[in-house]
Every structure is written in structure tokens, then in C-alpha cells.
């Protein structure tokens, strides 16, 4: 189905519910320059967001409002909530859903597309970089299939809390300028008490946006739409004979990082579908994911992952399947000028042969600084290795073993009880940590300065799912935000030891973390 004749066939359906923005508001609300409706026609559906009937505030994000360049105040006084919830279209939007498919589960949807979500239009931020302003929960669109187009409470401070968890622990991800209660309620397994979330993004183009195009031959809008990326996020790139490769590379080495960063934390995204993962190397779609409490490679929590195709360790490999599906709808852009298409083959073959490498690298440098570890050694992959493998056969907690670590680098007190407590076998640790030390030693005697460069890296605080959902139930359930606001304070300043969030560090008691199942946030 074309976008055009999908428009029109839904949009009398649809033109009901579908409640076009009224009366214009200050144009200082936000400066808008929309790239993609002007420049990539026939990629979207220019559509309304829904109107709702109680919009209220949950949170703004005032940091984010300031590097975005806007005025925080005017975005949380009455005119800017009703913006912030879908109410009102603000000036100089272009409101539109991005059509896009995806590889779900391994299998291929051609037509997913922004069932919920709208984009606004694009800023520019305090640093030049052009960021999206998208709303998600704002009704309908024809891309919504079965859905409701809206998102409920629970799980849209979810991803305003782990996406400024990610922000702050460093790693690249999608952040939530606002989330707004609508007054309404969402049909789910139960009445849900609605929400909006306003999300920010380096941009929302997808591997699977690229695969929308091409699954219907449709190359020259793959080629649009690569040229467009390659504008927005390499430039440097716009004027090489072979763009369209090192935009495959680009992304793959953005992924790697990205990835490594994940697993150095304990990150399981859940839902790795090609639909969710950005050219712009962001993490994006907070639904079932969660962060590993005991260390467990094969963990696994959303509930819909029943073959596990998403768990933890599988997070690369999946990032390298993925790209190899990007790097399947490149391929008649390649195959010009004399490179045959067994050529393109091969070229694009190298770069995803290239990805388990450059992740490898990341991975391993980021493990590096979280021994305290300055310079490369051969040894030390071994010596990380062990240290996991241990972490496993004991069960310990992921987090708080990196963190004591940092602890007993401390050579002031040898503090190294805090660690060797995590373990029940202590001489399996002792052993460990003779290793460590002697490795660790061997680079210089400062082990101050090694303790607090391990503190930079291995934080205190994540965002542990109990509390995540003890936070979420009071905010949903009880319209008690203090939880969730504590819990974000926590969460947000993840290197540092402070008085009085000595629980946001505890680890899940261990029968609730057995038992723990994600769902995808609709
Ligand atoms: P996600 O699992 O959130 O990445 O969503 C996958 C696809 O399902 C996307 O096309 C979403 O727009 C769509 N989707 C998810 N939830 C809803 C909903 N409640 N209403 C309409 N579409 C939805
Ligand atoms: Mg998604």
C-alpha cells in the first residue's frame, strides 16, 4: 500500500478521532525547521494529534528545555501542557507519522510505521545539533493497525526515567522533554490512566525505515532517504564517491559503541526489533527492558521474548543481524557505475564482518576502565573474562561487584570487604582479586586516583526494577509522584555515593528479581 492510498483509505475512519490543533501560540514555544516534511514528501502522513480531555503536567524536563534552546516556564504554564499533550499543534510544527517496517521477533512487517507517535517538527539546540520533537500517545494514525495510538502513565515515565538514567550513565539514548497525564483512560489489560510523552531525538530514522522503502523496490527512496541521514548525521560524508557505504559503516561502528556501552552496564533493551534501532547510534524504545541484577549472560525479562532471541548476550549479535538487514537495502545503491551487484555484496559483507571486531574493541576498552585499568594488556580480556565468570557462578550482583571493585582499589584501607561479602565462595574471589591487584599494581601505585577513575565508570545507582516499578505503581496507581521524583534524583547522578540513597543501590530481593517479566510499554 502506498502512503497516499493508506491516508486515504484510513483517514475518513480516522478523521473522527484525529482532532486538528486550534488557536496558534506564541511562536517563541519552539523554533521549528522541519527537515523531513520538507525534504523527504512521501515518507509520512501528515496527520492531528488527538485531543484529550484533562491534560496535566507529570514532569518537564527544565535541563533539557534550556540545552533545546526553550523556555521551560512557558512549556509547563497551561498554553504549553495543552501543546505537551496534543491538544494544540504549536506554531511552525508540521505534524506527520514516519512510515517505517521492521524485523520483529525475526519476522518482517512491512508496514509498521507511527502508530502512536507524531512528530512535530525539528529544533535546533543549544549545541547546532538538530534534535526531534516527537509526541508518543497521541492517538491514531494510519499506521496504528489495531492499536489505541496512546500510551498510559506506567510506561511513559518509564521512559523518561531510564532514558535520563541513560543520559547520565553516559550512553547515547532518546530523552523525554515532558510527560503529561491526559485525563483519560487506556483500555490494556486494565483501565490505565493515559499519558503523553514528549520525546527528544537525534532523529527517529530507523533501520527499519530504510527497510520500508526498499522491501517495495522502491530505491530511489532509499536513496532519499540515505542521502537525507547522511546530511543530518555525517555530513563529512555528503560529497564520497562511496557514501553509502561508510553510512553503513557510520552506523554499525555507532551501534558498537552503543552496544558495548549496554552491556557494561547491564542493559537489556528487550526488544531489539530493526524497527528500534536508530541510524543515529541513540537507544530508543524503553518497553520491556530492564537492567541485570546477579549476572546472568542468558538473562532475559520481557515477557515475549520466549525464545530469549533478545537476552543479554545476544545484544550483538542481534546489532550485527540488524545492520545486516540495513545493509541488504543499500545494496542497489551500491550496485552503479560498474560495481556488479556480487561487489556490493562484498563490500557491504566486509563492514558487517567488521562489526563483531569494532564491538569487541568497545566492549573491551570500556571492561579496561572499569578494572581500573590504564593501558591494554593481553592478559586483561582473560582477567575480565574471569572476573564474569566468577560474577556468574556466584551470582553476584552485576552493579555493586564493579562498584566494590572501585572500593578496594582504595589501597588507603584495602577496602575490599564490601566485595568479598557479594561472594560466598571467598577464596574464588580472593584469588581474583591477587590477579587484579598485581595487574593493577603493576601500572603505578596511585590507587586513589585508580579508585576514583573507577568510581567515574562504575556507578552506584541504576535504575533497579523494583524500585523502577514500585515508582511506577505509586505514580499510576496513587497519583504519588514522590517516588518516581526520588527515584530520578537517584538515578541521575549514578557515580555518586550520597546520604540517604543508600536503597536505590540495594539490590532486589533476589525471589522478586527471579520473577521479574517485562511487557512491552503500550
Ligand atoms: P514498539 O513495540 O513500541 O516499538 O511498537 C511497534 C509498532 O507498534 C510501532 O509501529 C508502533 O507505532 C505500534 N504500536 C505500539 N503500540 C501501539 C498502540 N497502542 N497503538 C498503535 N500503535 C502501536
Ligand atoms: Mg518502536
Known amino acids: 500500500m502506498t502512503l497516499r492510498r493508506a491516508q486515504r483509505r484510513r483517514s475518513g475512519k480516522l478523521g473522527a478521532l484525529a482532532t486538528p490543533g486550534s488557536s496558534a501560540l506564541p511562536a517563541s514555544l519552539f523554533t521549528f525547521d522541519n527537515s523531513y516534511a520538507r525534504e523527504l514528501p512521501g515518507f509520512y502522513v501528515a496527520w492531528q494529534p488527538a485531543a484529550v480531555p484533562a491534560p496535566r503536567l507529570l514532569r518537564l524536563n527544565a535541563a533539557l528545555a534550556e540545552e533545546l534552546g526553550l523556555d521551560a516556564q512557558a512549556l509547563a504554564a497551561p498554553d504549553g501542557v495543552q501543546v505537551l499533550a496534543g491538544n494544540r499543534v504549536p506554531e511552525g510544527a508540521s505534524p506527520l507519522a514516519q512510515a517505517y517496517a521492521g524485523h520483529q521477533f525475526g519476522g518482517f512487517s512491512p508496514q509498521l510505521g507511527d502508530?502512536?507517535?507524531?512528530?512535530?517538527?525539528?529544533?535546533?539546540?543549544?549545541?547546532g545539533r538538530r534534535r526531534d520533537i516527537a509526541l508518543k500517545g497521541s492517538g491514531r494514525t494510519p499506521f496504528s493497525r489495531g492499536g489505541d495510538g496512546k500510551a498510559a502513565v506506567g510506561p511513559v515515565l518509564r521512559e523518561y526515567l531510564i532514558g535520563e538514567a541513560m543520559q547520565a550513565l553516559g550512553i547515547p539514548t532518546t530523552r523525554a522533554l515532558a510527560a503529561v497525564a491526559t485525563g483519560e483512560a487506556v483500555q490494556r489489560e486494565r483501565a490505565l490512566p493515559g499519558a503523553v510523552l514528549t520525546r527528544v531525538a537525534a532523529s527517529h530514522v530507523r533501520v527499519g525505515t530504510f527497510q520500508f522503502f526498499a522491501a517495495r523496490g522502491q530505491h530511489d527512496d532509499?536513496?532519499?532517504?540515505?542521502d537525507y541521514v547522511i546530511a543530518r548525521h555525517d555530513p563529512d560524508l555528503a560529497a564520497a564517491p562511496d557514501r553509502y557505504l561508510g553510512l553503513l559503516r557510520r552506523v554499525a561502528q555507532r551501534q558498537a559503541a552503543l552496544i558495548a556501552q549496554w552491556m557494561n552496564v547491564g542493559f537489556i533493551h528487550g526488544v531489539m526489533n530493526t524497527d528500534n534501532m536508530?541510524?543515529?547510534?541513540?537507544?530508543?524504545?524503553y518497553g520491556p527492558c530492564a537492567y541485570m541484577e546477579s549476572y546472568d549472560p542468558e538473562a532475559v525479562f520481557s515477557s515475549i521474548d520466549h525464545g530469549g532471541r533478545y537476552a543479554y548476550r545476544n545484544q550483538p549479535l542481534i546489532a550485527r543481524w540488524n545492520l545486516a538487514r540495513l545493509a541488504e537495502t543499500l545494496l542497489p545503491l551500491l550496485a552503479v557505475d560498474?560495481?556488479?551487484?556480487?561487489?556490493?555484496?562484498?563490500?557491504?559483507?566486509?563492514?558487517?564482518d567488521a562489526f563483531p571486531a569494532w564491538y569487541d574493541a568497545h566492549?573491551?576498552?570500556?571492561?579496561?576502565?572499569?578494572?581500573g585499568l590504564q593501558t591494554a594488556q593481553p592478559e586483561d580480556a582473560a582477567l575480565a573474562d574471569d572476573w564474569l565468570a566468577l560474577l556468574h557462578a556466584q551470582q553476584v550482583d552485576f552493579t555493586l561487584a564493579w562498584r566494590h571493585l572501585a572500593d578496594a582499589a582504595d589501597a588507603g584501607e584495602r577496602r575490599a570487604e564490601p566485595l568479598r561479602d557479594l561472594f560466598v565462595d571467598r577464596a574464588a574471589a580472593d584469588a581474583w582479586l591477587q590477579r587484579w591487584r598485581a595487574?593493577?599494581?603493576?601500572?603505578g601505585a596511585d590507587t586513589s586516583a585508580r579508585a576514583a577513575a573507577m568510581r567515574a565508570v562504575n556507578p552506584i545507582v541504576i535504575p533497579r526494577n523494583h524500585l523502577v516499578e514500585e515508582a511506577l505503581a505509586a505514580a499510576a496507581d496513587h497519583d504519588d509522584l514522590a517516588?518516581?521524583?526520588?527515584?530520578?534524583?537517584?538515578v541521575t547522578q549514578p557515580f555518586t555515593e550520597r546520604a540517604g540513597f543508600?536503597?536505590?543501590?540495594?539490590?532486589?530481593?533476589?525471589?522478586?528479581t527471579a520473577g521479574y517479566r517485562t511487557f512491552c510499554g503500550t
Open 483 to 490: 517516588p518516581f521524583e526520588r527515584l530520578l534524583d537517584a
Open 338 to 352: 560498474g560495481v556488479t551487484p556480487d561487489d556490493a555484496v562484498a563490500q557491504v559483507t566486509e563492514v558487517i
Open 439 to 443: 595487574r593493577s599494581d603493576a601500572e
Open 502 to 512: 543508600e536503597r536505590y543501590a540495594e539490590p532486589a530481593p533476589r525471589e522478586l
Open 278 to 285: 536508530t541510524i543515529s547510534g541513540e537507544t530508543i524504545d
Open 363 to 371: 566492549w573491551r576498552a570500556g571492561q579496561r576502565a572499569k578494572l
Open 222 to 226: 532509499v536513496r532519499r532517504l540515505a
Open 115 to 127: 502508530g502512536r507517535a507524531l512528530l512535530l517538527g525539528e529544533v535546533m539546540d543549544r549545541h
